[in-house]
């Protein structure tokens, strides 16, 4: 299995600029989390799916960033219009209902200038 | 404030000797696991105890939970320089498959 796929690994873009992270879990997790991790505030879970329905997204910071999951083999995490406080690495994550261990992919380096 | 907590924050030791780090919780918990993440890259899962085990092993590493002092350790003996990483522990809710980490033990390994 390729494991958890995240596009692109890194994006630089400035202040004001919508970004969109992607991401593809193992085949046969229904369960989808978007992490993001910075020195400051450690990893932060934002939202997380189970079959393809957003369950909890109370760490989504502001109305700003927005997650869809249209599908069992993609979804998205976008910021509009991003800041540079949003710079961070973006994890997204996938387990199968039940199972407590999530595989995470390699993460997004997001930098907004 | 984080569910989970490690201790130390930061860890330096020799190749072959014994790293123990710590993690706290304040709430109830169905299990507990931790996760190693080196530089640049995801986390990946190490172990999972469940909250009615005390101990489990896995290779080099051994993990205890107590639940009445809402704490657990990781131990990785006979450590190697490709330990260097951080170690995450996690902790679940009752429900569903959420998992709040802690704020990691950097691990450093000298060889």
């Known amino acids: 299995d390729a494991g958890v796929i995240q596009s692109p690994r890194h994006e630089v873009t400035e202040m004001g600029q919508e970004v969109t992270l992607r991401c593809k879990p193992i085949?046969?997790?229904?369960?989808l989390f978007w992490y993001r991790q910075t020195m400051m505030r450690g990893l932060e879970l934002l939202i997380y799916?189970?079959?393809?329905?957003?369950?909890?997204d109370s760490g989504m910071p502001e109305d700003r960033f927005s997650a869809k999951m249209p599908n069992a083999s993609f979804s998205t995490l976008k910021i509009q219009p991003s800041e540079p406080r949003d710079s961070a690495v973006y994890f997204c994550?996938?387990?199968?209902?039940?199972?407590?261990?999530?595989?995470f992919g390699p993460g997004t380096r997001l930098t907004v200038t | 404030s984080q569910q989970g907590e490690e201790d130390p924050q930061a860890l330096s030791i020799q190749e072959g000797e014994n790293a123990t780090m710590n993690c706290s919780y304040k709430?109830?918990?169905?299990?507990l696991q931790w996760y190693r993440q080196n530089s640049g890259r995801g986390l990946v899962h190490l172990i999972l105890?469940?909250?009615?085990?005390r101990e489990k092993h896995s290779g080099r590493l051994r993990v205890t939970l107590d639940t009445s002092k809402k704490s657990s350790s990781l131990l990785i003996t006979a450590s190697r320089a490709a330990d260097t990483a951080s170690y995450f522990c996690?902790?679940?809710?009752?429900?569903?498959?959420?998992?709040?980490f802690g704020g990691g033990t950097r691990v450093l390994v000298k060889p």
């Open positions: 994550a996938s387990c199968r209902t039940g199972s407590y261990e999530q595989y």
């Open positions: 085949s046969g997790h229904n369960s």
């Open positions: 799916f189970n079959n393809n329905v957003p369950i909890d």
């Open positions: 709430t109830s918990i169905n299990n």
């Open positions: 105890i469940r909250s009615n085990e």
């Open positions: 996690a902790t679940d809710e009752a429900a569903g498959n959420k998992l709040t």
